[in-house]
């Protein structure tokens, strides 16, 4: 019976000309090059086929199913899609401040207009206007990164994974880098210290073990091939119980005597000492440096709350290689995010005006008794917007105590105490609500689900503005599950 009926409705299935007679594609063809909409309608046929080939038999019956009409609904989805931008801004009500996958770190406003000047214009990337001649893009925040972490030198490249693997090409290609087993991590988005090692050249020589290494363990592994020391602060996990590792000091006091080199890859790197309840203190940039290490890299867009970027710290001389060295040329910032950083930086001369300008780091210091009175008002906000519909009856909301995450491969294991809205359904699924708010809501807002109720982490939302956008991308969904009933 399924083979007739699936037979019959893909007979049904419009030719691509028929389809480009639909509305939404004419419209299209209006905006778009041809060939793109064909494609466009090209593919919402073949997902309609698929979807046609994919039912079973306990499915609604074929007669339900209207082939034509699925081509079009498919047709207007990815037309919308293809006429706005894909990399757009979204509401981060998941509390995660540091999100990756939602581009890390937001930029202080003063950055923010740091790029917009840069960026509508010409400007002094790599122009000495002093000297009236040709200068280096380093120049712009060497000075502001030595004075802000005690460093002798500084340069900044595309990321941290570059600055990762652009050291261990420099320093240790051809040669051995000692690492503990304990730190060969993986950030995700496929970093492996392992697979950056292979790629630079440099042949990795494990010691210790995944819990405990010793300072022996190193010890015993330095040999006459033995270019660089290599430490690796876990960001993203910890260690707890029955472990422990070497300090930098001691690495230090190891290699240097050999004429070896140390070198931390940070992470999260910060500049300040963030004093947050229940998180493990993390080393800055300038502890590090304290500690004798003769390079330390970071990442512009984690704890440090400013654009992409990969910043290494160090000795002149280490420092000099590297921006002699050829993947420098291959992995430099752009001019962009060199404005952003060089604004970032700027403001984190002042401390206290970092807490409260950057982003991240006012995210980051928010106390759950700050955050209680705005996650009130976004349960009053949702609440009234239900009530205004009629749709009261179809959802709990209230205001919870929850915890926030840090992100980005940073402080681990750090709860912050925080307040959310939490939106519990009568009918429907937390599911389907959270993927609707993401998929369908404009600006999409990104939510997070805890015991079957969708979160709304006041953290991490920007703007109160953004509270009127989430109330009605609830409303729409329970107004379309009415519709259904
Ligand atoms: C995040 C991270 C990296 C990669 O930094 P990006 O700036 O994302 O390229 C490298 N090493 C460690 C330890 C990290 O936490």
Redesign the pocket.
């Known amino acids: 019976m399924k083979a007739t009926t699936s037979q019959d409705l893909l007979r049904r299935l419009p030719k691509v000309d028929d389809a480009l007679g639909f509305p939404s594609a004419a419209t299209a063809l209006a905006l778009l090059p041809r060939d793109y909409v064909v494609s466009i309608v090209r593919t919402s046929i073949d997902t309609v086929r698929d979807r046609i080939l994919s039912r079973s038999t306990e499915d609604a019956p074929a007669c339900d199913f209207d082939p034509a009409a699925q081509v079009e609904s498919e047709m207007d989805l990815q037309i919308a899609r293809a006429m706005r931008p894909s990399l757009r801004s979204v509401i981060n009500a998941t509390g995660i401040i540091v999100h990756?996958n939602l581009g890390?770190s937001p930029l202080a406003e003063e950055a923010v207009a740091a790029v917009d000047a840069v960026a509508r214009g010409y400007s002094t990337l790599e122009y000495d206007v002093h000297a009236h001649r040709r200068g280096s893009r380093h120049n712009h925040v060497e000075q502001l990164i030595c004075v802000l972490t005690g460093a002798e030198a500084a340069m900044v490249v595309?990321?941290?994974?570059?600055?990762?693997l652009m050291v261990l090409s420099e320093f240790a290609k051809g040669g051995q880098a000692v690492v503990s087993r304990g730190e060969l991590?993986e950030?995700?988005?496929s970093?492996r210290?392992p697979d950056?090692m292979a790629l630079s050249g440099a042949e990795m020589v494990e010691v210790g073990t995944t819990n405990k290494t010793h300072l022996a363990d190193y010890e015993r592994a330095i040999g006459e091939r033995t270019a660089l020391l290599l430490k690796?602060?876990?960001?993203?996990y910890q260690l707890v119980g029955f472990s422990e590792n070497v300090r930098a000091a001691d690495l230090v006091a190891l290699g240097h005597p050999r004429d070896i080199p140390v070198y931390e890859?940070?992470?999260?790197?910060t500049l300040f000492h963030l004093d947050i309840d229940g998180a493990r203190e993390e080393p800055t940039v300038s502890d590090s440096l304290k500690q004798g290490c003769d390079l330390v890299?970071?990442?512009?867009?984690?704890l440090l709350g400013g654009p992409?970027?990969?910043i290494v710290v160090g000795s002149e001389g280490y420092i000099d290689r590297l921006k002699k060295n050829p993947l420098a040329r291959a992995m430099r910032i752009d001019k962009l995010s060199l404005a952003a950083l060089e604004s970032t930086l700027r403001i984190c001369l002042d401390r206290a005006r970092a807490f409260s300008e950057i982003p991240t780091l006012r995210m980051l210091k928010a106390t759950a008794a700050e955050l209680e009175a705005p996650a009130k008002r976004l349960t009053d906000t949702i609440r009234t917007a239900l009530d205004e519909h009629g749709l009261s009856k179809m959802a709990t909301v209230c205001t919870l105590q929850e915890a926030s995450k840090t992100g980005?491969?940073?402080l681990p294991l750090c709860d912050l105490p925080t307040w959310c809205a939490a939106v519990a359904l009568e009918t429907g699924d937390v599911d389907d609500l959270e993927a609707h708010l993401a998929s369908r809501t404009e600006p999409p807002v990104i939510a997070r689900i805890s015991h079957d109720q969708v979160l709304f982490d006041v953290r991490t939302i920007l703007d109160e503005k953004d509270f009127a956008t989430i109330a009605h991308g609830i409303v729409v969904y329970l107004e379309e599950l009415k519709a259904h009933e």
């Open positions: 990756t890390r595309n990321n941290n994974a570059a600055a990762v991590i950030i995700g988005g970093f210290i950056i690796v602060h876990p960001s993203n890859d940070q992470g999260s790197g890299s970071f990442s512009g867009d984690k992409q970027a990969g980005g491969g940073s």
